[in-house]
């Protein structure tokens, strides 16, 4: 078993659409989670940082962790063809451990 | 602000060619420095990192080295290329080791002939 699963998609919406990207893993000793998009032939960006369980919101994008579940979502609202790209989930224990990557789903906003 | 930099953005080589990287983070100092290759339809898989100068760790056991010479410079080396060496090759530094968040360079694109 892998330890973070992503949906590679990809997943097409129409422009305004909100959207629920998700990531599950099995680690229960996973505290850090962030959310990274990466468009075509570039670098991933940092989109949202949560540590531990809860909601963050920033603008358009919510990050939701679920621990009991081991699941995270990140939502998208009002989607812009603009948000068309991949989307990584990326998880850490405590102390100096490397993250995890999910493999990325990729999201498509028609106009 | 931080900004890092990576060079060359595109790369074809011939295999059983050695290769430089570079990397290079400015407006910040003591950072921790990450490799990464992204192969296509696959996740993120670290090559590298490094906590200062000199210090260099190693994930995965294969022909490709790394160094840094500088505070702000990590370099990614191979004397002979391997057709398996193609991919996206990512740099990424941090400043806060309790977090780890994370930063992106644009990355190279390498592709072994």
């Known amino acids: 078993q892998k330890e973070v699963e992503q949906d590679p998609g990809p997943l097409s919406v129409p422009e305004g659409a909100i959207v629920s990207l998700n990531c599950t893993y099995s680690?229960?000793?996973?505290?850090?989670f962030m959310w990274y998009r990466q468009y075509s032939r570039k670098g991933p960006e940092l989109l949202m940082y949560?540590?531990?369980?809860g909601n963050k919101e920033d603008g358009r994008f919510t990050a939701q962790v679920d621990k009991s579940s081991k699941y995270i979502s990140l939502f998208i609202r009002d989607s812009q063809p603009s948000d068309s790209a991949t989307y990584l989930c990326?998880?850490?224990?405590?102390?100096?451990?490397?993250?995890?990557f999910g493999t990325g789903t990729r999201l498509l906003v028609s106009p | 602000s931080q900004t890092i930099h990576q060079w060359p953005a595109t790369l074809v080589q011939p295999v059983g060619s050695p290769l430089s990287l570079e990397c290079t983070v400015e407006g910040t100092s003591n950072p921790n420095l990450y490799w990464y290759r992204q192969a296509a339809g696959r996740g993120l898989q670290l090559l590298f990192y490094s906590v200062g100068i000199g210090q260099i760790s190693s994930e995965v056991p294969q022909n490709l080295s790394a160094s840094r010479p500088q505070d702000r410079q990590f370099i990614l080396s191979s004397k002979k290329l391997l057709l398996s060496d193609s991919g996206f090759y990512l740099c990424a530094w941090t400043w806060d080791s309790s977090t780890d968040t994370q930063y992106f360079g644009p990355g190279t694109r390498l592709t072994v002939l």
């Open positions: 680690n229960s000793a996973f505290q850090y």
């Open positions: 949560t540590y531990s369980s």
């Open positions: 990326a998880l850490r224990g405590e102390g100096f451990q490397k993250l995890v």
